[in-house]
T-cell receptor, first 117, second 113 residues
Framework: AQKITQTQPGMFVQEKEAVTLDCTYD???????LFWYKQPSSGEMIFLIY??????QNATEGRYSLNFQKARKSANLVISASQLGDSAMYFC??????????????FGAGTQVVVTP | DTAVSQTPKYLVTQMGNDKSIKCEQN?????MYWYKQDSKKFLKIMFS???????INETVPNRFSPKSPDKAHLNLHINSLELGDSAVYFC????????????FGSGTRLTVV
C-alpha cells in the first residue's frame, strides 16, 4: 500500500521568497515516481515536476526543485522567488512502478499556498 | 488544441437521475483515468483503462460505470445520483512508463440537489 503525507494544510509566503512544501511517502515498491501538481483557484491540475526513485540527482524545472531524500522517504518541493501567481493548492503524488501499483497515481491531501505582496 | 477535454464543465442534477461525463484525449496515450475530488480537495482514483481494458477499479459504488469505446475516450456514467456524489470529477491520461505526469482535464463539477 502507498501513502502520501502532506502535513502543511496551508502557508503564507511573501513574494520573492522561497518556500518549501513538505511531502513524505510510504511504499513497499522498489521503483516508483514522485510528482508535484499545482491546482490554482480556477481548478485545473498542472503537472510541475517529476522525480524517479532511482534518479540520483534532484529534479529541477525552472523555479521548481524537488528535494528528494530517499532514505527519509521525503520529496519536498521548493519554489524559489515566489510570485503572486504561485498562489494555489499544491499536491504531492506518487505512482508505483510494480505490477500491483502500476498506474495508481495517488495524491496527498495538498498544501494551500498564498503568496502575499 | 485541448489535450484532455471533458464535458460538461458543470452539471447540476436532482437525486435519482442518471448522468454521463465525457472525456477525450488527443495525446495518443494508452491509459486514461477518472479521479474524484471531494469538498476537502482530496483526489482519489476511481478507474483506469489501458487501451480500452479496465485495469484499475477502486472501491467505487457500482452506480458508477466507466466506458471506453476506444483508447482516446473514457466516459463515466452515474446511475441513481446521490447527494454524496457531488464533487469535481477529473479525467486524466498518461503514457506508459511512469516518468511523466498525467495530463488532467479541466474537471466536471457535479452538484446533486
Amino acid at each position: 500500500a502507498q501513502k502520501i503525507t502532506q502535513t502543511q494544510p496551508g502557508m503564507f509566503v511573501q513574494e520573492k521568497e522561497a518556500v518549501t512544501l513538505d511531502c513524505t511517502y510510504d511504499t513497499s515498491d522498489q521503483s516508483y515516481g514522485l510528482f508535484w501538481y499545482k491546482q490554482p483557484s480556477s481548478g485545473e491540475m498542472i503537472f510541475l515536476i517529476y522525480q524517479g526513485s532511482y534518479d540520483e540527482q534532484n529534479a529541477t524545472e525552472g523555479r521548481y526543485s524537488l528535494n528528494f531524500q530517499k532514505a527519509r522517504k521525503s520529496a519536498n518541493l521548493v519554489i524559489s522567488a515566489s510570485q503572486l501567481g504561485d498562489s494555489a493548492m499544491y499536491f504531492c503524488a506518487m505512482r508505483g512502478l510494480t505490477t500491483d501499483s502500476w498506474g495508481k497515481l495517488q495524491f496527498g491531501a495538498g498544501t494551500q499556498v498564498v503568496v502575499t505582496p | 488544441d485541448t489535450a484532455v477535454s471533458q464535458t460538461p464543465k458543470y452539471l447540476v442534477t436532482q437525486m435519482g437521475n442518471d448522468k454521463s461525463i465525457k472525456c477525450e484525449q488527443n495525446l495518443g496515450h494508452d491509459t486514461m483515468y477518472w479521479y474524484k475530488q471531494d469538498s476537502k480537495k482530496f483526489l482519489k482514483i476511481m478507474f483506469s483503462y489501458n487501451n480500452k481494458e479496465l485495469i484499475i477499479n477502486e472501491t467505487v459504488p457500482n452506480r458508477f460505470s466507466p466506458k471506453s469505446p476506444d483508447k482516446a475516450h473514457l466516459n463515466l456514467h452515474i446511475n441513481s445520483l446521490e447527494l454524496g456524489d457531488s464533487a469535481v470529477y477529473f479525467c486524466a491520461s498518461g503514457a506508459d512508463g511512469g516518468t511523466h505526469g498525467y495530463t488532467f482535464g479541466s474537471g466536471t463539477r457535479l452538484t446533486v440537489v
